[in-house]
RNA sequence: GCCUGGGUGGCGGAAUGGCAGACGCAUCGGACUUAAAAUCCGAUGGCUUAACGGCCGUAAGGGUUCGACUCCCUUCCCAGGCACCA
């Protein structure tokens, strides 16, 4: 053993070792106590940072963890390896986006060796690659046939910046969630997947998540949105004119039909379809078709961040309140969202604050259909409008009825006369997939002109990308100006066909790829049902926050689907999830502090912190940082005392090393321990105690890191002498080992290394965790807090589990107690039996 | 605006009703050294005291309790999510 702490050497030997015994080889056929454990895999980018490995260290300080409880883990990892960013620098550079991602992979790859963590390799799977999203397609194909894909023409999110469009979880404050480039509405015809055909389910079954964060089921619940209400038809007026409507009534959804006798007047989305057909010829044309021209215009942005003044002009038709049978004038206005609801609102300035704004700034009439349980609201002095429930007022025959029961029967009233129902609105929509761009798997379809949108036949997949590409984005795939490509013929009829030149959204890749890891290599079929049954759901999952709702969501949706499709028999995919803080790092240019990442110009390569300390180091560090669920910020200094700690760890065992190898290998004997020594065997079954309940709870590394520092503090504090007694000896080795024993999931070299100098086999994977030996916790006499009138006053020691009576005794009997306070005096005492004696006296 | 988290030394943080500040960073003092680095030892919330000690202190204010960083109420600030969603 050598007196320097050879970080790099031992680090390559042992993951050397780990590779050639297939330590994270999973066995498939077992899964009895089988633990998968998933980290998202990364996008491969030029190269990771310190920032990604959070990641990754938690995961495989979680593996193994796990391993060394005796648990079948399985940890795979693969590549999101499709993507703009790559497609982006072939435009620059004129390389291949194949050719960079490949190459970033092995980068990564290296470094996520360097890190030594370890993956089950065999079932890598790469996103870009023909194998992986020949079954992308096939899934999409699948979906297809459900109806679950789908075309249409919608008003889409498009990035001017990527030019493509984008979902709508992909709209971050009304910007590219990717290039922050605002989003502008476009009429375009796309694919879709109905993900709100799952809505409901993919809120009821958030109940089943229970380990996932509540602020991430919060934010999907938020994110999904839903609304109980009614959907009511008003009647349409007919026009002055003495045409005829092809609609009959408008209809809208609410969820305060108990306002309804406070309706004064409907209003219009500007993308209303029948919008203009309700206008034309009518003196109101010109006006609302300018209106309508100048609402579409502006962007989502430009709408959010206008909200308050709002705009509209009437239309110059009527409609009839199916309750109140009172005609009200139907007006067009831009605060009203065509994709939610009917795209329609009932308006009631008095219990609506946007209902009251337009009515304020156009002179429509208010009017009082809810009272406040003071009964107190006038309209001459009301201020704003009041949006709580209440009593219903002036409603007809539903008058004087709390909102809730006025609701519900006034909905039914809806149902009886046939102009309305019940009816539940969700904010999520559907989720746009068709991407404009090259860098991505192509959307196995084709259009022919006697047959229409046609499936490529499954035995046909995959559709290849070509490789001679034009990149240049136009708006257009660039697939679109590939005639190899988009030349082609009719699966169902042979004549010649175009094939769909858009490409899938990258989250489609990422929605299924935790199912491949099982059959990675299986040419015959996307997903083999058996062996995911056995494996999922995913029993540790650990990402970022920032996919909360963008992939966790699409991730469930998938499964779901592929639930009702029979490809797997679980409808949940990750029943533990933890998401970590972001890495942060001041900007040498302002002093902020940003997430680290490659624009702002604040990364930390691991390469040169790991050349210089080594990976363990880096891995405590990282641990170290902070509570993981937080983000935290990366500190040069910081990561020299986790650097120390390993130093030191080293150096003491060397400096012992004799010592302790001719100790004799025995357990130490609790009844012939001498105080300090009992101390130390207590402080190590202490410290065990509290790791696991770091580990196994709610991964609390920091403290886990904490507590074997302290361990070794207390080791360093006992001069250990060749001549020690053998009592001594066996305690001090037994320290020794815990530390390496509870130490070697998050730093593993080290522990590896040292637990061969101390005399074991190779392999600390196959040793098992510890265990707290309550006899050695126990201890003979406790230290008590003494408190005057709730007041530290100092602490006594006493036997442990010292009755009430002894404890209030010996408490009087302290001297900084005996000398203010006689046992008269007491009015009370509080005793927390080997804690704490308060003693109450009047004051 | 609504919904979630948070606010503790110079800094990252620990303690979830019972000795606030574990562990680490930084700083200061000392040892070793010709010197420096590295390493080791010690100090380190504020005020006060010659000292023992005492008082104050967990965003601010109030409350519950023998006892509150921890529970409750009010206010302020920060972060995240949603947002003309009817």
């Not at 938690?58 to 963890?65: K, L, T």
């Amino acid at each position: 053993m050598q007196e320097q702490y050879p970080f790099a050497e031992i680090e390559s030997k042992w993951q050397a070792y780990w590779r050639a015994q297939g330590q994270f080889k999973a066995d498939l056929s077992k899964t009895d106590r089988k633990f998968y454990c998933l980290m998202m895999f990364p996008y491969p980018s030029a190269a990771l940072h310190v920032g990604h490995g959070r990641n990754y260290i938690i995961g495989d300080a979680v593996a193994r963890y796990k391993k060394m409880r005796g648990y079948n883990v399985l940890t795979p990892m693969g590549w999101d390896a499709f993507g703009l960013p790559a497609e982006n620098a072939a435009i620059q550079t004129g390389t291949h986006p194949r050719l960079t991602t490949l190459a970033n992979i092995a980068t990564m790859k290296r470094q996520l060796d360097a890190w030594g963590c370890c993956y089950d390799w065999d079932c890598e799977v790469t996103a870009c690659l023909p194998d992986y999203y020949r079954w992308t397609q096939w899934l999409f194909l699948q979906f297809f046939k459900r109806g679950l894909a789908y075309k249409a023409l919608a008003p889409v999110n498009w990035c001017p910046g990527c030019a493509a469009v984008l979902a709508n979880e992909q709209v971050i404050d009304g910007g590219c969630w990717r290039c922050e480039s605002p989003v502008q509405e476009k009429r375009l015809e796309q694919w879709f997947f109905k993900i709100t055909a799952y809505a409901q389910r993919l809120l009821d079954d958030l109940a089943k998540l229970k380990g996932w964060p509540e602020r991430v089921k919060l934010m999907q619940q938020n994110w999904i949105g839903r609304s109980e209400g009614a959907l009511l038809e008003f009647p349409l007026v007919p026009r002055p004119d003495g045409r005829c409507d092809s609609a009959k009534s408008v209809g809208c959804f609410t969820t305060r039909v108990d306002t309804i006798y406070g309706c004064t007047y409907m209003v219009l989305a500007p993308e209303y379809p029948d919008l203009p057909e309700l206008v034309r010829g009518l003196p109101q044309e010109t006006p609302v078709r300018q209106f309508i021209a100048q609402a579409i215009k502006i962007t989502a942005a430009e709408r959010a961040g206008d909200a308050g003044e709002k705009n509209g002009v009437f239309t110059g038709r009527l409609v009839i309140n199916p309750y109140t049978g009172e005609k009200i004038p139907l007006w067009v206005g831009d605060y009203v969202v065509m994709s939610y609801g009917a795209g329609a609102v009932m308006a009631v300035p008095a219990h609506d604050t946007r209902d009251w704004a337009f009515a304020r700034k156009y002179g429509l009439p208010i009017r009082l259909s809810i009272q406040n349980p003071e009964k107190t609201l006038r309209l001459e002095t009301m201020a704003q409008a009041y949006v709580e429930d209440g009593l219903t007022v002036d409603s007809g025959a539903f008058t004087d009825l709390p909102s809730a029961e006025a609701r519900a029967r006034m909905t039914a009233y809806a149902v009886e006369k046939r102009f309305g129902r019940a009816f539940v609105a969700y904010r999520l929509r559907d989720w746009l997939i068709s991407r404009q761009r090259y860098w991505g798997a192509p959307i196995p379809i084709v259009y022919c002109q006697a047959c229409g949108i046609v499936p490529v036949k499954e035995k046909d997949l995959p559709v290849l990308l070509p490789e001679d590409v034009e990149f240049k984005p136009t708006g257009e795939s660039p697939l679109a100006r590939c005639p190899d490509f988009i030349n082609t013929s009719c699966p169902t009829c042979g004549r010649s066909a175009r094939r769909e030149s858009d490409t899938m959204d990258t989250f489609v890749d990422s929605s299924w790829y935790f199912l491949r890891y099982l059959s990675a290599c299986d040419e015959r079929q996307a997903i083999q049902t058996e062996l995911c049954n056995r494996w999922l759901p995913v029993d540790q999952y650990i990402g970022g926050i920032e996919h909360a709702i963008l992939h966790l969501m699409y991730a469930r949706f998938f499964t779901k689907a592929l639930y009702d499709l029979g490809l797997v028999g679980f409808d949940e995919p990750f029943a533990n999830l933890f998401t970590q803080g972001m890495i942060c790092k001041r900007s040498a240019k302002d002093g902020q502090l940003y997430k680290m990442s490659k624009s702002k110009g604040n990364v930390v390569s691991p390469d040169e912190l790991i050349r210089k300390y080594g990976a363990d180091t880096v891995r405590l560090y990282t641990l170290f940082i902070g509570p993981p669920e937080k983000d935290a910020e990366w500190s040069d200094q910081g990561i020299e005392g986790a650097a120390r700690f390993l130093k030191r760890l080293w150096r003491f065992i060397y400096a012992h090393h004799a010592v302790l190898a001719a100790a004799k290998p025995v357990r130490p004997e609790l009844a012939t321990l001498n105080a300090r020594e009992r101390e130390l065997y207590r402080k190590a079954h202490e410290t065990i105690q509290a790791v696991t309940g770091d580990l196994e709870g709610a991964f609390h590394f920091n403290t886990a890191v904490a507590r074997i520092m302290e361990l070794l503090n207390a080791v360093e504090a006992i001069q250990l002498a060749a001549g020690a007694r053998d009592q001594e000896k066996a305690v001090m080795r037994f320290a020794l080992e815990t530390i390496v024993l509870l130490l070697s999931p998050l730093a593993p070299h080290i522990a590896e290394e040292l637990w061969v100098e101390l005399g074991h086999a190779p392999g600390i994977l196959q040793v098992a965790w510890p265990t707290a030996d309550p006899a050695a916790l126990a201890r003979d006499q406790v230290e008590i807090a003494l408190q005057l009138n709730g007041k530290f006053r100092g602490t006594m020691m006493a036997p442990s589990g010292s009755d009430r009576q002894a404890l209030e005794d010996l408490a009087l009997a302290q001297p900084q107690i005996a000398k203010t306070v006689k046992r008269e005096q007491v009015l009370k005492f509080v005793v927390v039996p080997n804690r704490l004696v308060n003693i109450v006296v009047k004051s």
